[in-house]
């Protein structure tokens, strides 16, 4: 449909602001430097979401979020 065959759909994340959870650490603590969890989704041309994932620690990286999600 965008000139791109063989694509399903794109894929990205966002980082969702909290409060720190006592005894976490700095697990939970991103490179903008605050406490969040991060959700990331999969939409298809048409804007949908094929699938989401929430719940990766804020200071996981992009692609390590994507290999552990169930997408």
């Not at 794109?10 to 980082?15: F, I, N, Q, V």
């Not at 406490?35 to 990286?61: M, T």
Request: aromatic share 14%; proline share 3%.
């Amino acid at each position: 449909m965008w000139n791109f065959p063989n694509c399903v759909g794109s894929t990205d994340g966002k980082h969702i602001r909290l409060k720190c959870p006592s005894n976490s650490g700095s697990i939970y603590n991103n490179y903008k430097h605050y406490y969040s969890v991060v959700l990331q989704g999969l939409a298809d041309a048409q804007f949908r979401f094929i699938a989401i994932d929430v719940g990766a620690y804020g200071k996981q990286s992009g692609d390590e979020i994507f290999i552990h999600s169930s997408l």
